[in-house]
C-alpha cells in the first residue's frame, strides 16, 4: 500500500476522478456561466455596468457581506469555546463537546432551519415560554430578519469552525502554557496572552472558512429571512429562474466567485492548508 | 520562593506521589540549601522530573509537606511560587520577540515600563543575547533559545531556579559552553539553582550536590566527589560512572577501617563495615587501580591476566580477567598497557586502600 501511494503517478491516479468529476460537473459549466455573464442579453460588459449601478444588486451584496461577517465573528467565537473543552477537557468533557460538534453533520440543513422557525417565531417555543413567565408582553420578532438569518446560520457553520482551531489547539507544546504559569501568569491571563495568540492560524483559517461558506448561502437565509434578507445567493436564483435576467444572474455569479477566489489566495498566502484539519 | 534577589531554602518532607497505581515517588525527604546548586540525577522514569513539578507546583504531590524558607507552600499555585523554571525545549513564546520574552515575568508582575526596559536589557546582555531583541524564538539557534530562556527564568529574581533537562536538544561543544555559562550564572545571582539530568558527567561538573533517584526512590545526596568515590549502593556506584566489582569474603571491622580476602589474598580498606559483614562486593574505579609487576606484602593487589585495550587517546583501558575469573577494566598510562599485553602473562592489579569501597552483597 505504502509503495503505491508513494508513487506520483498512483497519487495522480487516485485523485483524478474527484479532478475529473470537478471539472466536469463544475468548471466546465461554470464557463459557460462567465459566457452568458458577456452575452445576454446582448454581448459586451453591459452585465457588468448594470452591478454598479443597480441599488438592489448593492444592497444586497452589502447585506450579504455584514451577515457573513457577524456570522463569523459569532461561530469563530462559539467554535472556540467549545474547541478548548473538546481539545483540553476532561474525559467526559471531551464526550459532549464532541456529541456537539457532530450531531449536526447528520441533519440536513433544511430541518435544522425548519426547526429554527418553531423555536424563534411569533408563536415558537422561545416567545411562548418568555410570555408564560411574564417576562414579556409582546413577541420578539426573532425570525424573518436578519437575527434568524444569523442564528441559523451560526448554528450551521459552528461545526466547521471547529476543525481548523482543533487543529492549532492539538498542535500547541503544552510546556509553553506551564512555563507562563511558572513566571506568574494566571490561568486567564496565560489564555488571552499565550493561548490566544498561539493559535492564531486556526482563528484565520477558521473564519475564512466561515466567512467563505457564508457568502454562498441559500436555504437558511431564503427560510429564516422569509424573503425580507435576501443574501446574494438567493438573489442569483432570482435573476435566473424567476425574473429571468440570466445575463445579470451569471454576473453576480461570476463576481462572487472572483471574490471568494481572492479570499482563499490571501488566506492560502498566510496559512498551510494542513493546518486547517 | 517569595522575595525576589533572595536565595530560597526548600524542605521537603516526605513526598509522596502516586498516579493511579504508579508510584512515581517515595517518601522524599531532602533540603535544599540556600544559594546551592542541587541536582537531581538519575535515569527516565527515576523520578526526578516529578519532584521538579512538584517544586514548580505544577504537580501536586499525592502525601508529604513543601517548605520553602519555612512556610507551607505544598498547596500554593505553580503562579504564585513563582520559581524560575527553564524546560526542556525551552518553552519559548513563539508569538514574543526575545525582549518580549523576558519581559513577560515582569510585565505579569505589573512593573513599571522603564524599569522593565531596564531590567530585560540588564538581562539580555547578561546572556549575551544584545542585538537578538527583537528577533522571534524560531529566528535563533538552540543556544540562543537556551539563554532567552534563562535570561526570562531569572529576570524577575527568582529565590529557586529549576531547569529541567535543559541542555538535552544542544550538540556536545555547546553545551559545555552552556554549562559554563549556567556555573557563572550561579555565581552571579546566588540563586538556589535545582537542576534535573540523566547524564551524570554534567551533574558531577556542575553541582555543589548530587541527588540520585531510582524507581521513584532518592537513594543518596551529597557533594560530586561524595557520592562518586563512596556510593551507598551499587545503583549509585554503577549509575556515577564506570567501576569494577570483586566479590570479597570475610569482611570485619580493623580500627578505623575494615579487612577481607580477595581472591584469597588479604586486602584492606579505609572504610569501615558498617553495613556489611562477611561476603559483600569490593568496588573500585578503573581510574584508581594500577598495574605492577608484583604486589608487595600488605599492598592491596590481585593477580590477573590482560586480554583487550582500548586507545583513548590520554590513556588506555585495559580489560583484564582475575584468576578466579572476575572481569577488571582498568585506565592507564599508554605504555603500561602496551607493556602489560605483550607480556601475555600474569600481571598484578593493586589499588589504595582509600580508594576501595565496601558494598553490600547482591541486590542494589
Known sequence: ?277 | MQQPGRAAEIKAIGIGKSFGSFRALDKLTLDIGRGEFLTLLGPSGSGKTTFLMILAGFVQPTEGKLLSDGIDITDRPAEQRAAGMVFQGYALFPHMSVEQNVAFPLKVRKKSAADIKKRVGEMIERVGLVGHEKKLPSQLSGGQQQRVALARALVFEPGVLLLDEPFSALDKSLRGQMQAEMKRLHQETGTTFVFVTHDQSEALALSSRVAIFNHGKLLQVGAPDEVYDRPDNRFVAEFLGEINMLPLKGVQPDGNGSTGLCEDRAVSMHCKAEKVRGDAILAIRPEHMSIAREAAVGENGIAATATASTYLGAATKLDLTTRQGAKVTVSVPNEVAAAALSKGNSVWLTWPAEKGFLLPNGGQ
Open chain 1, 1 to 277: 500500500m505504502r509503495g503505491i501511494l508513494s508513487d506520483r503517478m498512483g497519487a495522480a491516479l487516485l485523485m483524478a476522478p474527484l479532478l475529473l468529476f470537478l471539472v466536469l460537473a463544475y468548471a466546465w459549466p461554470f464557463l459557460g456561466v462567465v459566457k452568458w455573464s458577456f452575452t445576454l442579453p446582448t454581448p459586451g460588459l453591459g452585465q457588468y455596468g448594470a452591478l454598479l449601478t443597480d441599488d438592489l444588486v448593492q444592497s444586497v451584496f452589502i447585506r450579504t457581506l455584514r451577515i457573513a461577517a457577524i456570522v463569523t465573528i459569532v461561530s469563530v467565537s462559539a467554535a472556540y469555546a467549545i474547541t478548548v473543552v473538546w481539545v483540553r477537557g476532561t474525559p467526559a468533557q471531551r464526550l459532549i463537546a464532541e456529541f456537539c460538534i457532530l450531531v449536526p453533520f447528520w441533519i440536513s440543513v433544511l430541518t435544522r432551519a425548519f426547526g429554527w422557525v418553531a423555536l424563534l417565531s411569533n408563536r415558537g417555543l422561545i416567545n411562548t415560554w418568555l410570555q408564560s413567565i411574564g417576562f414579556i408582553s409582546e413577541p420578539l420578532t426573532l425570525v424573518r430578519n436578519e437575527f434568524g438569518v444569523i442564528v441559523g446560520m451560526s448554528h450551521f457553520l459552528i461545526p466547521f469552525a471547529v476543525f481548523p482551531l482543533a487543529s492549532a489547539m492539538r498542535s500547541l507544546d503544552e510546556r509553553v502554557l506551564l512555563a507562563a504559569r511558572g513566571l506568574g501568569s494566571s490561568r486567564m491571563r496565560t489564555f488571552w496572552t499565550v493561548f490566544v495568540p498561539m493559535t492564531r492560524s486556526g482563528i484565520i483559517g477558521s473564519a475564512m472558512i466561515t466567512f467563505v461558506f457564508s457568502l454562498g448561502f441559500f436555504v437558511t437565509p431564503a427560510i429564516l429571512g422569509g424573503g425580507r434578507s435576501v443574501m446574494i445567493a438567493e438573489l442569483i436564483y432570482l435573476r435566473i429562474f424567476q425574473s429571468p435576467d440570466w445575463g445579470l444572474g451569471a454576473a453576480i455569479s461570476v463576481v462572487l466567485v472572483v471574490f471568494v477566489g481572492a479570499l482563499m489566495a490571501i488566506l492560502f498566502r498566510d496559512v498551510k492548508p494542513k493546518e486547517l484539519v
